[in-house]
């Protein structure tokens, strides 16, 4: 059974860091793109980074590129998010997602499953 489970949302400070993690299950990882999305209120949801399997290439949204940095650790199945320098625009439900559609990483219905989210608020 293939599971996504985010974790490590909570109530930052702006200019704060924090740092997320999705831990995978029921699939070889390595083989997968894991993408990190987010959505606001009121918001479509979005992508904001991602990062293939076995080559560790990624990529960043505009919005986030210099202050969020994405890694894996394939030997625990796990893929981190690691925010700084937070604003409140930033506060989001932030999801990880797989594909093994390394090609179409960046699309976002390239992704097949999905975990529940972690909520991120930023606020002083």
């Known amino acids: 059974q293939v599971q996504l489970v985010e974790s490590g949302g909570r109530l930052v400070q702006p200019g704060g860091s924090l740092r997320l993690s999705c831990e995978a299950s029921g699939f070889t990882v390595n083989y997968y793109a894991i993408g990190w999305f987010r959505q606001a209120p009121g918001k479509e949801r979005e992508g904001i980074s991602c990062i293939s399997g076995h080559d560790a290439n990624t990529f960043y949204a505009n919005a986030v590129k210099g202050r969020f940095s994405v890694s894996r650790d394939n030997a625990k199945s796990t893929v981190y998010l690691q925010m700084t320098n937070v604003t409140s625009n930033d506060t989001a439900i932030y999801y990880c997602?797989?594909?093994?559609?390394?090609?179409?990483?960046?699309?976002?219905?390239?992704?097949?499953?999905w975990g529940q989210g972690t909520q991120v608020t930023v606020a002083s």
């Open positions: 997602a797989s594909t093994r559609n390394i090609v179409e990483m960046r699309t976002i219905s390239a992704y097949d499953y």
